[in-house]
């Protein structure tokens, strides 16, 4: 069974490895995040065993057999199975009512859409998700890559700006003046998951960082000021 074992970081479930859930799986594991992924393919999931030890072969997505993952440990679940509606309907009631703070759900058109958001869950549309994506790397110079898991829920692949070398992450208050909270530092083939107040920028770092996309564009101005 998942459970979480950084009191101060984000644990995320995701339910569904198709080519949306394991691109979100990779992208979530290179930031550093704590991941649980659950899925029907014996394949896919043994793939991404090289990513976490927690991957999980699933078979049926009912109450006890989710809670028996230990997907109600984490902050954030996904449901990534949005070509499957009545499963992705039931999965995200499941969720919702497993007690996870916050779910998101893949949605493949307006209406179902609409019964996932009446059920508790915040929901996302590929295909013009992406489209924004691609639009906040163009606009914001300082943004390598971008990927929004809900309307306040963003991470982002930040280019560390040349205003923030020899500076502390204390100093420059990510938090404070763009909320926006630094999940892990890369620097070449070194990531650092655990910040300290008084680590200080180093030229060729790169900012893993979860926050709104105000926050994001916000910190962007200020960096190309």
């Given amino acids: 069974m998942f459970g979480k074992r950084k009191k101060n970081t984000t644990a995320y479930g995701i339910v569904g490895l198709g080519r949306f859930g394991e691109a979100l799986a990779r992208e979530l594991a290179k930031s550093g995040a704590e991941l649980l992924v659950i899925d029907r393919d014996e394949e896919r999931v043994r793939e991404m065993r090289e990513l976490t030890e927690n991957a999980l072969v699933v078979n049926t997505l009912d109450k006890k057999t989710l809670a028996e993952t230990g997907i109600q440990n984490c902050d954030i679940a996904i449901v990534c199975i949005g070509e499957h509606m009545e499963s992705s309907i039931l999965t995200t009631l ?3 009512s497993l007690g ?3 779910v998101i759900s ?11 958001t009446r059920l508790g869950a915040e929901v996302v549309y590929p295909e013009r998700d ?5 639009a906040n790397r163009l606009v914001n110079n300082s943004v390598l ?4 898991l809900s309307e306040k829920i963003n991470i982002s692949k930040l280019l560390t700006p040349d205003a923030l070398i020899g500076r502390t992450v204390q100093e420059v208050g990510l938090r404070s ?3 926006l909270n ?15 107040p008084t680590y200080r920028f180093q030229t060729g770092d790169i900012l893993i960082v979860s926050g709104n996309k105000e926050g994001i564009q916000r910190f962007s101005e200020w960096a190309n000021r």
């Fill in 145 to 148: 890559d971008f990927i929004q």
């Fill in 94 to 96: 499941n969720l919702v």
């Fill in 106 to 116: 893949k949605a493949t058109s307006p209406e179902h859409g609409e019964i996932l």
């Fill in 177 to 179: 003046n763009f909320n």
């Fill in 182 to 196: 630094i999940i892990a530092i890369q620097n070449g083939a070194d990531v650092l998951e655990h910040v300290v």
């Fill in 100 to 102: 996870i703070p916050s």
């Fill in 130 to 134: 992406m489209a924004e994506r691609l």
